[in-house]
């Protein structure tokens, strides 16, 4: 599945972000891709509000503790991988059990989850994932396209996604 959203405000963004929420379950991987600035944070703080994050919950990037766990209708994990610089270290945070949890991650800077020689399979044993590129059009405006891989079921919630 591939599916193109536009976002032209910050503010979009976040309502994007919800209504992604609203369509993930139990157990799914979310990879955002983008630059820096590109709002993958802003669209995180959306996909929590739409697993039902309470609002007064401020989420942020954790670029210095790298994980950061909110309380939603299921627990949503914000993993930040910026920082990270070998699979080694990658190996080292132990994100093989929140990936493996009953509660949905949201992955900022998810290319280090992937083997330099091998762009299409990402590390730690990970099977099945949501990825979302975002790219800046112009100073406030997105293009940020959707994609599955290996969730062949249209049973999942994302495929109502429109």
Known sequence: MNIRFETRSASDTLILGEKIGRHL????????????????????????????VA???????????LVNQYKGKVPVFHIDLYRIASSHELEELGLEEVFSSKG??????????????????????????????ITIEQEESRKLDLKTRNIGSTEHPIFALH
């Open 25 to 52: 379950e139990a157990g799914d991987i979310v990879f955002l891709f983008g630059d820096l600035g590109a709002g993958k944070t802003t669209l995180t703080q959306g996909i929590a509000r739409g697993l039902g």
């Open 55 to 65: 609002k007064k919950e401020y989420v942020r990037s954790p670029t210095f503790t």
């Open 104 to 133: 949905v991650s949201i992955v900022e800077w998810a290319e280090k989850l992937f083997a330099r020689d091998d762009a299409s399979i990402p590390l730690l044993g990970i099977e099945r994932w949501i990825e979302i590129h």
